[in-house]
């Protein structure tokens, strides 16, 4: 079906004018008039603007001028993106009438490389509370059962991609909020290296914890966004200035050598997964080894520990980033990031700064144990449950795999693994080394390709 067209696929037809940038845009708004109805994960349609970028594309392409891979493609960005002249409103009642004067760095890049901006996807209220059914746009739904959370904060962004409505956009991800979603909705994420992609118009929601990165169908698609979107921003001061690596060309399939690490105690000891998402796990691993990797056990401080650092930090930045508006305007957030806040409001400065010593202590025995493995792999969380309210309290008692490498650092992946017995995705994350997205997308893509999940979509009626 042409709605389910890959970033690399419409690329190469694109490239040799088998494809117009106005028909693949026309097929995706048919898409989104289809179904989003019913999913929600758009709260923005830029519509005109797509269609006068996607016949722009096409000139340019007819007149022998190809940007690459991206040019013509359609995106959204996550409703936290600002992005100029376009409403940017972070799902949040504050920000109802919030129209940016500048777009953010990523917008600035896809715009260059020639992407078509097709809207903003839905969020958490500031990337943080949710799901919400009191702040300005009612929760995105998951198109592999409607019932079902595509979990967050990246929620639109997992399920526009799952449907088919858009080929590529940008998350954000500061405890797991791009690998979440792409988990819930059986897609991929990626959350780059701490620093390799500019945050700079992201709105923040922990200074020290936030990542900007991409979603898509595939590892070879976030590896052509990463094309685009990595590399050194002067004004985002977490931003680090190295050299950006061809992440496609990295796509060789070769993973034999390759020595995986898993941490065995966390899934054994600290927070066992479900059976059927252990067999998953452990039926991927035997995939990596059949293609000539080796699999071995690694030890890392308690993930608890990872996970307390984490959120006290995060409790305390976000305070710094909403209490004044709290304290002005309570009435306008939405009660489940107002109590997160107030939260936030009651950590000492002795707190927030022991828990900064402890996360690099707990970053740099992450970054040791990677000196004896190339990778580590282990789940990317259960598939997709109820849609929801949830207690707000659960932010402090629940334990994930994901949280560990924001405060690490790494770059890590989530991408399907297969399906359970109602259907819905499992994922599997593979975390890498500082700055080696290349090795951490070469064996997402060596997987998928030896694998049949990215042949099976959402069976979503309009």
Known sequence: MAEFLTIAEAARRIATRDLSPVELLHTCLARIDAVDAELNSFVALTRERALEEAKAAEAEIMAGNYRGKLHGIPYNLKDIFETKGIRTTAQSKTLADYVPAE??????????????????????????????WDVLFPPCRNPWDLDKDPAGSSSGSGASIAAGMVLGTMGSDTGGSIRGPAAANGIAGLKPTYGRVSRRGVLPNCFSHDHAGPLAWTSEDLAILMNCVAGFDPRDPGSVDLPVPNYTAALTGEVKGLTIGVPYRWLEEEAPPSAPTRTALDAALNVFRAMGASVRPVELPK???????????????????????????????????????????????????????????????????????DLMMLPAGEPAKKLQPQPPESLFTK?????????????????CMGFNEEGMPFSLQIVGKLFDEATVLKAGDAYEKATPWRERRPALVA
């Open 103 to 132: 777009d953010c760095d990523a917008q600035q890049r896809l715009a260059a490389a020639g992407g078509v901006l097709l809207g903003k996807s839905a969020t958490w209220e500031f990337a943080h509370g949710g799901p919400s």
């Open 303 to 373: 993930l608890r520990a990872y996970e307390d650092a984490k959120k006290i930090i995060a409790m305390a930045e976000l305070y710094t980033i909403h209490g004044p508006e709290l304290r002005q305007r309570p009435e306008l957030f939405g009660a489940s990031l107002r109590y997160r806040i107030i939260a936030g409001g009651l950590i000492r400065a002795e707190d927030y700064i022991q828990a900064m010593r402890l996360r690099t202590e707990l970053a740099r025995a992450m970054q040791a144990t990677f000196a004896e493995v």
């Open 399 to 415: 334990v994930g795999y994901t949280t560990a490498f924001n405060v690490g650092g790494n770059p890590a992946l989530a991408l």
